[in-house]
């Protein structure tokens, strides 16, 4: 095996072509005593568990739903998994199979896909072995072809072969999506002053989001946000905030891209501290892009089921 970070993607469309993939794969890693991590779909880890009988046990398994569903966290937590893990293996390699998780949200989709590109980058210097599984029964054409971009390598057939449509990290994300319509009485318009347009976020998610500790966490989330734009020389940005699929959404665009990486991935998210950080530990989901179009930053929590008041309005 060649040294270093392995990134590779797998298309399937059958429980065999997963399990063609898969069983090699954990097979190969136990017999040269390397750490197994399996992360995928409830029926693929009963599959899995079944054809590996009782090597089974030697294997990690986790729910995809659960441990893929914050994509910017998880270069985080596989560094961590291999830091744990190397001194312990022969070969200092760890193997992962890691499957996205299909939320059904395209900004959750959006997310994952630059989280793959990124992983290129956040993972660069490790040993982890990295497969990404795609069903291509359940997965739309658009996000197969940005897996093919995002990964140097694919494993068909049980054969390990380049990807001729793999991109460099900062290409593969693609330009950024286009922003939701809206009505000019919907914007807020910040022209500095961070005070008011958290004020204003108050206003609009209060009456949305669970509680008033989430709305003030909310609050704190889409101020650091503002605060990444700042830090970029980014004064003037349109806010609109608004429900949207059992979710209160804030999107922040501004006309002028940021200086730096073309988006926000796994790298930021990995490094307590940095200004987005704690955004994507207080929202369900985060997305970052830019290109000449300007930036565009998306954040969302879970919006307050109908019926439920806030205790104050009990």
Known sequence: ????????????????EFLATAVPFAVGGLRRGEPVLVTTTAGNLGLLHAAMGADADRIAFAESDYFGRRPAQLAGALRRYWGRHRSTTPTGTVRVLAEPARTGRSGAE???????????????????????????????PGVVEVARRTHPEYVVDGEVRPSAQFRAPEEAGGPAAAAPSRTAEDLFRFEGDLVAVRRHVLERASALLRSEDTATLFGIAVGEAITYLLE??????????????GRVVCTLHSERPVDGPAFYGPRAAACP????????????????????????????????PAGVTHPAEG
């Open 232 to 245: 970029h020389g980014i004064d003037r940005a349109a806010v609109w905030v608004r429900p949207a699929a």
């Open 1 to 16: 095996m060649q040294p270093g970070f392995r990134h590779q993607g797998c298309l399937y469309g059958s429980d065999a």
């Open 110 to 140: 959006s997310a994952w896909q630059r989280a793959e590109a990124e992983f290129n980058v956040a993972l660069a210097g490790t040993r982890i072995w990295l497969i990404c599984p795609y069903d291509t029964r359940t997965t739309g």
């Open 273 to 304: 501290g940095t200004t987005l950080w704690m955004t994507d530990q207080i929202c369900e989901w985060l997305d970052v892009s830019s290109d000449t179009a300007g930036c565009t930053i998306e954040l969302a929590m879970r919006e307050r």
